[in-house]
């Protein structure tokens, strides 16, 4: 059993396609087909069903695929390794983060690393804190960006508190409380809203300050991103309501500050395991931040 053929087995079963996964591994499909097969008879199991229209792994497949990817993870790992001992850091650095972070410019935290560490191999994933956390949990992710509400902690993982922040509401420019200077939950409890999905910490934020205050509000429109978010207030669809230090970064809404109002924390997360070389570096630039300056 070689590297490469997991490499094979794991791009064919995220493609679903073995043209597809031949082009990612840039390998003509025959090559590709002629190790596949050269596998299934070691394992003594087909890996793949195959028609004509589509191809999707066997039980025997999905129980290889996790531990295929941990051997190219260890693999990787260990490269980088050996190549920070010679001075040299490589590998890759998987970060996750919340849409609306403000404890760190993290664009320009990236930019910077990468220049000073251009081997290194960034990716970045944008999405809700609960499923953030749950892949640096799994290893999926080296590091994430988190905003929860005060009364939750991260949990099994390693991490610190990077910042405490209110919410403010965000309005159409010709609302009602546009000009207003401040606003109670209790007047916003009969406004239409626009917010994240139910269940994410980012609508438990809001959720929970509104039950605290006894009264419960319409969530019309539930989305995933802060721009969607702004892009329908503009519209005056809903009010929405957003983290105070974030809420100067949306376009075309007025701002208004909120007596009582709901707190998130923002929390800088990694996994419990021995950080990669990469992420490391990374954790460590981010304590100094002269480290993330480009001279």
Not at 285 to 292: G, I
């Amino acid at each position: 059993m070689e590297l490469q053929q997991m490499r094979y087995v794991v791009a064919v079963a995220e493609t679903a396609n073995f043209t597809r996964a031949a082009e990612r591994c840039r390998v003509v499909q025959s090559a590709l087909s002629h190790q596949i097969a050269r596998l299934e008879r070691e394992l003594g199991a087909r890996l793949f069903d195959r028609t004509s229209r589509r191809v999707r792994l066997t039980p025997a497949g999905e129980a290889f695929l996790p531990a295929a990817r941990q051997a190219l993870d260890a693999a990787e790992r260990a490269r980088a390794e050996v190549a920070a001992a010679s001075g040299e850091l490589r590998g890759q650095l998987a970060i996750g983060t919340i849409p609306t972070v403000t404890a760190v410019d993290l664009p320009s935290a990236l930019k910077s690393f990468h220049v000073r560490h251009p081997r290194v191999r960034i990716t970045l994933r944008v999405g809700a804190s609960d499923e953030l956390a749950e892949q640096v949990r799994q290893g999926t992710l080296d590091i994430a960006f988190l905003g929860l509400p005060p009364d939750v902690q991260p949990k099994g993982v390693r991490g610190r508190a990077l910042a405490r922040g209110e919410l403010v509401a965000v309005v159409a420019p010709g609302h009602p409380l546009a000009d207003m200077a401040d606003v109670d939950l209790r007047r916003l409890s009969s406004e239409v809203f626009v917010d994240f999905p139910a269940g994410t910490a980012a609508r438990a934020q809001s959720d929970e300050a509104f039950a605290a205050a006894g009264v419960s509000r319409e969530v019309a429109f539930e989305i995933t991103n802060a721009d969607l978010l702004a892009r329908l207030v503009r519209l005056g669809l809903g009010i929405g309501m957003m983290p105070a230090a974030f809420a100067p970064e949306l376009r075309d809404v007025r701002v208004v500050e909120l007596r009582d109002p709901p707190t998130r924390v923002e929390h800088l997360i990694w996994s419990r395991q021995r950080p990669s070389p990469a992420a490391a570096a990374f954790l460590d630039a981010l304590d100094n931040p002269a480290a993330l300056t480009v001279t």
